[in-house]
């Protein structure tokens, strides 16, 4: 079965560009969570999608946006980017909403802004 | 606020040796934590949760250990191996619907052979 998986792996962007990333869950999942990771800290909560509808959002500007598709994959879109968005940021799928079903990560993709 | 902290950003460890991670919570209305581990280049991974109805939990060489009295989360790691070599994240969360994870920042477990 095959895992998380996101797209690109790396993206690089100048100051004030758009970023588009991508996630695809696992077969069967309906839960999409967006993770942003900077280097040497933890992972920061940024949105939760389940069934096409935005559940959850964490403290992250408005520039910070996303839709889940009617398959279920998810896209993050960072607009106006900054030097601190330069972080690994993780998607993770699960089969429910909350946070009892087990959220299964993909490998991230490592967004650097210059 | 809410914080989800760990007392040591690093841990050197025999192989072999027993390893512990410790971590703090601060919100007491989290009733679910759960371990998570990063290896290098990869998505964390899921190892053991505990609910806090429990104060023990144990899996594969490894036991979760909840204190609720002073907010405290620690994962033991039974007979060190190389293959543990990663970054260990405890969260928090409401074991309920349309709840959010609170990772900690994390730490480093490192073998030495």
């Known amino acids: 079965e095959a895992g998380v998986t996101q797209s690109p792996t790396h993206l690089i962007k100048t100051r004030g560009q758009q970023a588009t990333l991508r996630c695809s869950p696992i077969?069967?999942?309906?839960?999409v969570y967006w993770y942003q990771q900077a280097l040497g800290l933890g992972l920061q909560f940024l949105l939760w999608?389940?069934?096409?509808?935005?559940?959850n959002r964490g403290n992250f500007p408005p520039r910070f946006s996303g839709r889940q598709f009617p398959n279920y994959s998810s896209e993050l879109n960072v607009n106006a980017l900054e030097l601190e968005d330069s972080a690994l940021y993780l998607c993770?799928?699960?089969?429910?909403?909350?946070?009892?079903?087990?959220?299964?990560f993909g490998p991230g993709t490592r967004l650097t802004v210059l | 606020g809410e914080s989800v902290g760990l007392h040591l950003p690093t841990l050197s460890v025999q192989e072999g040796d027993n390893s512990i991670i410790n971590c703090a919570y601060s919100?007491?209305?989290?009733?679910?934590f759960i371990w998570y581990k990063q290896e290098s280049g990869k998505g964390p991974q899921f190892i053991i949760d505990i609910r806090s109805n429990m104060d023990k939990r144990q899996g594969q060489r490894v036991t979760v250990l909840l204190n609720k009295t002073v907010k405290h989360l620690s994962l033991q790691i039974a007979a060190t191996q190389p293959g543990d070599s990663a970054v260990y994240f405890c969260?928090?969360?409401?074991?309920?619907?349309?709840?959010?994870?609170?990772f900690g920042s994390g730490t480093r477990l490192s073998i030495r052979p």
């Open positions: 999608y389940d069934e096409g509808e935005e559940r």
């Open positions: 919100n007491s209305a989290s009733d679910y």
């Open positions: 969260a928090e969360s409401r074991y309920s619907s349309a709840s959010k994870i609170i």
């Open positions: 077969s069967g999942h309906t839960s």
């Open positions: 993770a799928s699960s089969s429910g909403q909350g946070a009892m079903n087990e959220q299964f």
